[in-house]
């Protein structure tokens, strides 16, 4: 196959471009560096079977030759991000969309558009089945990423259902492992950080609020089965296993051997008090479930940060 990756240069988008080519795939990647990092594709470079484009997918774009698979990984993905950067995700949920879709329906591609938990906004309903319509507060500070991916959801339904494109829709929940970017503000990057470098532990709210946490290797090996089985349904791919965020900064504190001081601030707005997936349709029709604990992909990527201490991406945020 030869597939098109949109934000290859993030987490999620440079591993599951290691998965394509590992496999003996060819692989387009395309990204802009807003919040992707060139580190994360270094290591491709050179690959007779990787091609980068450096490039906006919200503008006008074009990729030349034949395409199997169009996978719609861009987007700014963490609070930090969205909130800095409102536009620019509503841009990429909707523009990027629509002109990612436009090139599969040209290439008469499989589409696969990268969802996430946020649909279901703070749920009232646990743990969240695909089912699940979701509260979200459309005009509050989380809005611009939540309504980017819901309107996304219903752009590649609508391509599904009016032009007949081959779609598939994965809504992934928190995800964690080597080559997330420092400071990025989600709550596994932040704590680590904060742990190697000595500082305060961060924690909104009351920490009981909780989380489900899976490991990068089982998050891209749930996605690749979708992309290659599946169906048009949106599905969960994520760890079941609830942890509170203060159980997490513990664990965090213990791994990493430091001796830090956590520290409460208050809740941010919208923020989801629980956010557990229902994995039932990933088992049933992928024959998938995560099986890397949390403590082990931990270690790894406690690693994987202390590689890169002394580097400026572990600096504080301006």
Not at 8 to 24: E, I, Q, T, W
Not at 229 to 256: F, H, M, S
Not at 286 to 300: A, V
């Amino acid at each position: 196959m030869r597939v098109l990756i949109t934000g290859v240069a993030g987490f999620l988008g440079s591993h599951l471009a290691d998965r394509f080519l590992g496999d003996g795939h060819s692989v387009v990647g395309l990204d802009n560096f807003i919040t992707g990092h060139p580190d994360n594709v270094a290591h491709l470079i050179g690959n007779e079977r990787f091609q980068f484009l450096r490039h906006n997918i919200s503008s006008y774009t074009y990729v030349s030759g034949p395409l199997d698979g169009v996978l719609h990984f861009a987007s700014p993905a963490s609070p930090v991000d969205y909130l800095e950067l409102p536009i620019q995700t509503l841009k990429v949920g909707s523009l990027g969309t629509h002109n990612a879709l436009g090139i599969a329906l040209a290439k008469r591609s499989r589409f696969f558009l990268a969802s996430t938990s946020e649909v279901y906004g703070d749920p009232l309903v646990h743990p969240q089945p695909e089912t699940y319509w979701g509260n979200v507060n459309p005009v509050g500070p989380r809005g611009v990423y939540d309504e980017a991916k819901r309107f996304a959801e219903a752009m590649t339904m609508a391509y599904h259902r009016f032009h007949g494109v081959d779609t598939r829709i994965v809504r992934i929940f928190n995800t964690y492992g080597p080559r997330m970017r420092p400071r990025d503000g989600r709550v596994v990057s932040n704590f680590i950080v904060q742990a190697l470098n000595g500082e305060n532990i961060t924690i909104y709210g009351d920490g009981l609020q909780t989380r489900s946490f899976c490991y990068v290797d089982d998050e891209i090996e749930g996605i690749y089965r979708l992309f290659n089985g599946g169906d048009a349904n949106p599905t969960n791919i994520g760890n079941p296993v609830e942890y509170t965020v203060k159980q997490l900064a513990e664990l965090v504190v213990e791994l990493t051997g430091t001796r830090c001081t956590i520290e409460y601030k208050a809740l941010p707005e919208d923020d989801p008090k629980v956010r557990q997936p229902d994995i039932t349709r990933a088992r049933t029709m992928l024959q998938w479930e995560p099986g890397i604990q949390l403590r082990d992909g931990l270690e790894r990527t406690i690693a994987y940060f202390r590689s890169l201490m002394g580097s400026p991406r572990m600096a504080p945020r301006r």
